[in-house]
């Protein structure tokens, strides 16, 4: 069997920051699996702008974002397999690909970093009734039809969710010459972020429908229109408060989801909330020499959040192919009051500070957060608003953390 | 004098900002994190600017090249500049930043490729 000291799977924005991190640390041998025909990921259909002020320090957009890390994958000889499928990997570390020139073949890895990134939530998860009608696409198909083949997939549009990718399909449809006649979205608040409720939507005099939803699809061969109804608390219809929508494509943007079906295959410990494996402060999940980064491990906000963490987990992979097995016995994070929750979950080393990411489960105005280490406080910081959409950090300085022993509990309270 | 809200567009933060207006003159910013968001809400509320992304055709090629203004264009001359984009063909090789097509839509700002293709 083939042998490579770290083996990545993925070729977007986690999976090329963690191989550059990698090289950067010393770990020569390097391969990338990448199942599409070109490294990038999602950035390669995400046209707009709004990406890498934090990490490059200007505005750019995802395909640009993308150039960045592949120039340098490409400077550093780093190796990669493009249109090449993982179909498993075990838990000491052996890696099941297959494409069309080599067939089926397996590699043996010292470390692997998981970065598969993730997938759209369907129509079949929602319980939308009505007939299959055609004209019903996720918001990410459609912005690849859009963006990447030209093709646009109808003229008079109804979106179903107010995620970031929901909002940036209304106003990419809306430039192309379709009418978004409206977005609803379940909750009372949108999941994006205020800027693209501002550029996307308000600049162009969308309507956004907050506590609604899609009740009924209308049509038999293609959608004709769909029945939108207002909510109550409990995200129930309200009966009589049905509006009617004539259109010939619904888009849904419900939520993202990590591609964990390899992880699970190698029975990694996964978090019920994240969908993504337990890790600790490097992103070593439970399976020791195996990591995870990106929006396999939670789905983030922001691309520079997910190079920041790839970094974090490439140079992690490099230093156990290189030094072996580090840190000590894990310690607990436990997410409390409006936390939903935290990565890592769990700290094993303490010799520097780690940064602790976590979301809130609704939003919250005037909250204190505060991390605890049994009755020891390790900080407190006061936040005027806080939303799901929006991740939020702290970073606990090491000599803190080396202080205290025990579980350690980041909490919101308002 | 006269009070508005807005979202703050210039980064992914979103600052909520108050701007106070006398007739059509900003006499004060306040919600803003950063410089960018004070000017942000000047031009906003005098002349509105967005930097547009779109696509064009690529000869010879199954898939689109991806393409933005230079530089912020009047909201008003977004759909014009759509419109100029509609014949537009660029043929590779095309390296980011690669002008596509001059002053789009008379605004005086190029189009420029945002991918490198070989």
């Keep these: 069997m083939k042998q490579v000291d770290l083996v990545i799977i993925g070729g977007g924005p986690a999976g090329m920051a963690a191989a550059v991190a990698a090289r950067e640390n010393g770990l020569e041998d390097i391969l990338i699996i990448e199942r599409d025909n070109a490294l990038g990921g999602i950035l390669r259909q995400c046209i707009h702008n709004g990406f890498g002020l934090h990490r490059f320090g200007e505005e750019l957009t995802g395909p640009e974002y993308a150039a960045r890390y592949e120039t340098e994958v490409e400077a550093l000889g780093i190796p990669y397999l493009l249109n090449t499928i993982v179909t498993a990997i075990t838990p000491d570390r052996v890696v099941t690909a297959m494409n069309s020139e080599d067939g089926v073949f397996s590699v043996q890895a010292k470390a692997i970093v998981l970065a598969m990134g993730c997938r759209e939530r369907s129509r079949g998860a929602l319980n939308i009734p009505g007939n299959r009608p055609a004209g019903v696409y996720s918001a990410g198909a459609a912005q690849k039809f859009v963006n990447m083949k030209g093709y646009l997939p109808g003229r008079k549009v109804v979106i179903l969710g107010s995620g970031d990718i929901g909002l940036i399909m209304a106003r990419r449809m809306t430039l192309e010459g379709a009418e978004v006649q409206a977005v609803c979205e379940v909750m009372p608040y949108s999941g994006g972020l205020q800027r693209n409720i501002q550029q996307c939507l308000k600049d162009f005099d969308i309507p956004l429908y907050l506590s609604h939803t899609v009740t009924e699809i209308h049509g038999k061969e293609r959608v004709t229109g769909v029945t939108v109804s207002k909510v109550d608390e409990q995200r129930r219809p309200v009966a009589g408060s049905e509006m009617y929508f004539a259109c010939n494509t619904l888009l849904l943007s419900v939520g993202l989801i990590p591609e964990n079906e390899l992880t699970k295959g190698a029975d990694i410990p996964l978090d019920p909330i994240t969908g993504g494996a337990l890790v600790d402060e490097s992103r070593q999940t439970a399976t020791e020499g195996i990591f995870a980064c990106g929006n396999v491990l939670h789905v983030h906000d922001l691309v520079d959040y997910v190079s920041e963490e790839a970094a974090l987990a490439g140079k992690a992979a490099a230093d156990y192919v290189l030094a072996g097995a580090a840190g000590d016995s894990p310690r607990r994070v436990i997410a409390a009051g409006a936390v939903r929750y935290t990565v890592p979950q769990t700290i094993r080393r303490t010799d520097k500070d780690v940064t602790v990411y976590f979301r809130v489960g609704s939003p919250c105005t005037a909250a204190t957060v505060r991390v605890t280490c049994g009755d020891v406080e390790l900080l407190k910081k006061k936040k005027p608003k806080m939303a799901p959409g929006e991740m939020e950090s702290v970073t606990l300085k090491a000599d803190k953390l080396i202080a205290c022993s025990g579980d350690i509990t980041v909490s919101v309270e308002v | ?118």
Excluded: F, W
């Design chain 2, 1 to 118: 004098m006269k009070t508005k809200n807005l979202t703050c567009i210039v980064c992914p933060l979103g600052c909520e900002l108050t701007v106070t207006l006398d007739g059509k003159t900003v006499v004060e910013v306040s919600g803003n994190t950063c410089p960018r968001g004070k000017q942000y809400a000047i031009d906003e509320c005098t002349a509105p600017t967005r930097t547009l992304t779109s696509t064009v055709r690529l000869a010879d090629s199954e898939e689109m090249l991806p393409v933005k203004t230079a530089s912020p264009i009047p909201k008003e001359a977004l759909m014009p500049a759509m419109a100029a984009l509609q014949d537009v063909v660029a043929h590779a090789p095309v390296a980011i930043g690669d002008v596509v097509l001059k002053n789009v839509a008379a605004t005086g700002v190029d189009i420029i490729a945002t991918k490198n293709v070989k």
